[in-house]
Nanobody, 123 residues
Framework: QVQLVESGGGLVQAGGSLRLSCAASGRTFRRYNMAWFRQAQGKEREFVAAITWDGTTFYADSVRGRFTISRDNARNTVTLQMNSLKPEDTALYYC?????????????????WGQGTQVTVSS
């Protein structure tokens, strides 16, 4: 298991940018697949982006071309760069980690979760 702490959320105008960071503990971080999920008020948690231990990335259709996920194994961090933000991106963003390979779009692929960081995009 790995401990995760998100940061970087805030209030931004539509069209603006934010960078979310997820700090992880543990020496096995480099073997973990990492992902970002989000949950808007009144909605189900949904997949945003993922990056495998070897650097392969996956994106939800709604964010592809606007968001970029990356990782720095030396610092045990994963980053979500969010550009061209829309009001629809408003949600609580969660960092997740898992050792299992398979469906990286599914919550079931991850067993460690952060507390979340709020992103609010005004129109």
């Amino acid at each position: 298991q790995v401990q995760l702490v998100e940061s970087g959320g805030g209030l931004v105008q539509a069209g603006g940018s934010l960078r979310l960071s997820c700090a992880a503990s543990g020496r096995t971080f480099r073997r973990y697949n990492m992902a970002w999920f989000r949950q808007a008020q009144g909605k189900e948690r949904e997949f945003v982006a993922a990056i495998t231990w070897d650097g392969t990335t996956f994106y939800a259709d709604s964010v592809r071309g606007r968001f970029t996920i990356s990782r720095d194994n030396a610092r045990n961090t994963v980053t979500l760069q969010m550009n061209s933000l829309k009001p629809e991106d408003t949600a609580l963003y969660y960092c997740a980690a898992g050792l299992m390979s398979g469906n990286y779009y599914s919550e079931d692929n991850y067993d460690s979760w952060g507390q979340g960081t709020q992103v609010t995009v005004s129109s």
